[in-house]
C-alpha cells in the first residue's frame, strides 16, 4: 500500500459505477451486426467468393463507368470496408453510382494448404477479373487493392495491364524495409520453409503478432479508454463491431503466407524486381496506368515509408498519393477516413473514366 | 493461457473486464498523488519496483506479447509454461508395434521442447528489462505530471502517462537485433515442434493405411499443374480472340509466356 492510496480509494466508487455501465453496455452490444450493403455471390473459386454489390436505389446510375474490383487483404476480412451504414466505404462507393465488386478470400482449410501466390493472383483474382469483364463486356476494370490486396493488386496489374485501367492502393506497403517497419524486423530471421512444412497458420497467431507490435496500447488502453468521456451505447456499438473485424482473421494457407513472408518481407522482391508469379517477372515499372495511392500517417502496420516508396517503381505517369491523418485501421474505419477517402476515390475515378 | 485474445470466441466485455482490472491495480500501486505530496518533491522511486512486477507479470501471461510462435502450443495438449508434463505422452514412442516412432524422432521432439523451454527463459528476460525500464521512465515523469484534484480524469492521465513508458520501452526493446533473433528463433522451434508432432502422426495414418499429408500434398501438385494446363487451352482461343480484335502489338509488360510442358508419360 502506497502513502497515497487513500487519495485513490477515493476515486474507487466513481470508477467503480464507469466500469459497471461499461459493462453492461459491452454486453449489450454483443450481437451488433456487421456488414450493410446488400451483394450477391456472382462467382467463385475454391474458397475465394466474388461478390457484386447492389446498387442502392437513391445511386444515380452512371453510364459507360467502368466496374471497380475490391481486392482485400488475405489476412483480414473485408467486411471492415462496409462495417456499419456510417462507417462504409463500399457504401460511398454505391452512392457515387459505382459498379462494385468484392472478394472475398474465405476460410482456407487442410485442403488449401498448397495455395500458392500464383493460385491467388491469376487464379482467384484473375479469374474475378475475367468474369467481371465477361459480365460486362468490357475489356478493363478499375482496381482497388486494400494493405496486403494492395500487394496482390500491383502484381496482377503488372502482369495483366489491359485488364486494368486505373489502380487504387490502400495502406499497401511496397518496399518491406524500410527502417521503421517493426514487422519485417521480426520475420526476417523466419525459416519459411519450415513454416511452409508445419501448415496452415490460424488467423489468432496473425492477430497476435499484431497485436504485439504495440501490446498495451493494442489489447488494455483502448478497452480503459472506454471509461473516458461520454461513451454512449451507439458508441460501445461501434467499438464493438471494429472488435469483432479485429478478433475474426480468417487462417492463412502455409504456402501462400510463407511465399508472402519471403519474397516481400525477407528479400523484398517487389522493389528489387526479382518478383516472379508464374514464371513470369513481376516488374512494377509495367504499371503505366494511372495509380492513386492512399496510405495511413500514423500506421504502424505498413509504415508510411513502405507505401509511398511505391512512386520509385512504377512507370505510370499518372501517380497521385495522399498520406492520411490515420492509423491502419483509422483508414477505414475512423470517421474522418470514412468521409475523405471515399471522396478522393470517386473524384479520382471520374476524371479517369 | 487463455486469454480474451486468444479464445475463438469474441468476448469483448471479458475483454474490458480484464483490462479495468489492471487500470484498478495500477491505480491501487500508484495511488492518485497529490499537490501537496508532489510540491513536497516526494521520491517517487518505491513505485518502480511494485509497478516492474506488475507489468512483468503482464507481459509474461499475456499470449499477445509472444503470440507469433504460440502456433506450437495451440496445436499442442499443454499450455506454454507446461510443456514438459504436458507432453510427455506426446513425444513417447507411437503405441502400434509396426508404425512406433523409433527412439531418436522422440529424443528429437524432447529436444526441441527443452530448447524452446529455454528460449522462453530468455524471453522472460526481455521482458523483464521493458517492465524495468517502464517503471523508471514512469517514476522520473511522475513528478512533473502529479498533482491536482484526485480526480477519474486525473487518474486517466497519470494511466496515458504510464501506456506511453511502457510502450517506448517495449518498442525501444523488441526493435533491438537480438530481440528480433530470439523472436525469429522461438517461431522457429515451434514450427519444427509443430512439423515433428505431424511426422509422428502420419506414422500413424500410416501405419492405418491412410494417405499421409505428404501423399495429398503430392496429388494437389499433380491437381494444380493439370490446372495450369487447363487454363492455357481455355485461355488459348480468348487470347486469339481478342488478338484478332486488337492488331496493335502485344505491350511491353506482357511477353508470351514460354509453355514449357512435361511429356507425357
Known amino acids: ?353 | 493461457m487463455e486469454t480474451p485474445f486468444t479464445s475463438a470466441a469474441f468476448k469483448p466485455d471479458a475483454a474490458f473486464a480484464s483490462a479495468a482490472e489492471r487500470f484498478f491495480e495500477l491505480l491501487k500501486t500508484v495511488g492518485m498523488p497529490s499537490a501537496a505530496a508532489a510540491g513536497a518533491g516526494r521520491d517517487w522511486s518505491s513505485l518502480a519496483g511494485p509497478l516492474a512486477g506488475q507489468f512483468e507479470q503482464w507481459l509474461k501471461t499475456s499470449q499477445s506479447a509472444g503470440a507469433w510462435f504460440a502456433a506450437a502450443n495451440a496445436a499442442s495438449p499443454g499450455p506454454a509454461a507446461g510443456f514438459g508434463a504436458a507432453q510427455a505422452g506426446f513425444f513417447g514412442p507411437l503405441p502400434l508395434g509396426a508404425g512406433a516412432a523409433p527412439q531418436q524422432d522422440a529424443q528429437r521432439g524432447w529436444d526441441l521442447v527443452a530448447r524452446l523451454a529455454q528460449l522462453q527463459g530468455q524471453l522472460a528476460s526481455h521482458w523483464s528489462e521493458i517492465a524495468n525500464t517502464a517503471a523508471r521512465r514512469f517514476v522520473a515523469r511522475l513528478g512533473a505530471a502529479a498533482g491536482g484534484a484526485p480526480t477519474l480524469d486525473n487518474a486517466l492521465q497519470l494511466y496515458e502517462l504510464w501506456v506511453s513508458c511502457a510502450e517506448e520501452s517495449y518498442a525501444a526493446t523488441v526493435r533491438r537485433d537480438d530481440f528480433c533473433r530470439l523472436q525469429a528463433e522461438l517461431a522457429n522451434t515451434s514450427a519444427a515442434l509443430l512439423v515433428e508432432q505431424r511426422r509422428h502422426a502420419e506414422t500413424l495414418v500410416r501405419a492405418f493405411g491412410l494417405p499421409t499429408r505428404n501423399e495429398v500434398d503430392a496429388l494437389y501438385a499433380q491437381l494444380k499443374d493439370l490446372r495450369r494446363q487447363l487454363a492455357e487451352l481455355t485461355d488459348a482461343p480468348r487470347t486469339r480472340r481478342a488478338g484478332a480484335q486488337r492488331p496493335a502489338a502485344r505491350p511491353a509488360g506482357n511477353p508470351p509466356r514460354k509453355r514449357t510442358r512435361k511429356p507425357r508419360a
Not at chain 1, 216 to 233: A, P, S
Request: glycine residues 8%.
Open chain 1, 1 to 353: 500500500m502506497t502513502p497515497f492510496a487513500t487519495d485513490a480509494e477515493a476515486l474507487f466508487p466513481e470508477l467503480a459505477r464507469r466500469i459497471a455501465n461499461t459493462l453492461a453496455r459491452l454486453r449489450q452490444a454483443r450481437g451488433v451486426t456487421v456488414g450493410c450493403s446488400a451483394k450477391r455471390a456472382v462467382w467463385n473459386c475454391g474458397k475465394t467468393t466474388l461478390y457484386q454489390y447492389l446498387p442502392l436505389g437513391e445511386a444515380p446510375a452512371r453510364a459507360g463507368a467502368r466496374p471497380v474490383l475490391i481486392c482485400f487483404a488475405l489476412v483480414n476480412r473485408p467486411y471492415v470496408l462496409d462495417l456499419q451504414p456510417d462507417r462504409s466505404l463500399v457504401r460511398r462507393l454505391l452512392v457515387a453510382g459505382l459498379s462494385l465488386y468484392l472478394i472475398d478470400w474465405g476460410d482456407p482449410d487442410d485442403a488449401d494448404r498448397c495455395l500458392d501466390l500464383e493460385d491467388y493472383i491469376e487464379r482467384h483474382l484473375g479469374g474475378c477479373v475475367r468474369h467481371i469483364l465477361d459480365s460486362h463486356a468490357g475489356e478493363a476494370l478499375d482496381l482497388l487493392g486494400v494493405c496486403q490486396g494492395g500487394v496482390l493488386s500491383l502484381c496482377y496489374t503488372a502482369l495483366h495491364r489491359r485488364r486494368v485501367a486505373n489502380l487504387v492502393t490502400l495502406t499497401t506497403p511496397v518496399d518491406f524495409h524500410t527502417p521503421d517497419n517493426l514487422l519485417s524486423k521480426w520475420v526476417r530471421g523466419l525459416d519459411t520453409e519450415l513454416l511452409m512444412r508445419s501448415g496452415n497458420v490460424p488467423g489468432e497467431v496473425l492477430n497476435g503478432l499484431f497485436l504485439s507490435l504495440m501490446p498495451l496500447r493494442l489489447t488494455q488502453h483502448k478497452y480503459v479508454r472506454l471509461l473516458t468521456g461520454n461513451c454512449d451505447q451507439r458508441a460501445v456499438e461501434d467499438f464493438v463491431r471494429m472488435e469483432r473485424w479485429i478478433f475474426d482473421s480468417p487462417p492463412q494457407a502455409a504456402v501462400a503466407l510463407a511465399q508472402f513472408l519471403r519474397w516481400f518481407y525477407q528479400e523484398n522482391r517487389l522493389v528489387r524486381g526479382t518478383l516472379r508469379i508464374g514464371g513470369r517477372r513481376v516488374d512494377l515499372g509495367e504499371i503505366r496506368q494511372p495509380v492513386l495511392n492512399l496510405y495511413a500517417l500514423e500506421d504502424h502496420i505498413v509504415p508510411p515509408a513502405a507505401s509511398a516508396a511505391m512512386q520509385r517503381y512504377l512507370g505510370s505517369a499518372d501517380y497521385t498519393s495522399c498520406g492520411i491523418d490515420t492509423g491502419h485501421i483509422g483508414m477505414y474505419v475512423s470517421r474522418k477516413a470514412a468521409h475523405e477517402i471515399p471522396a478522393r476515390i470517386i473524384s479520382w475515378l471520374r476524371d479517369r473514366q
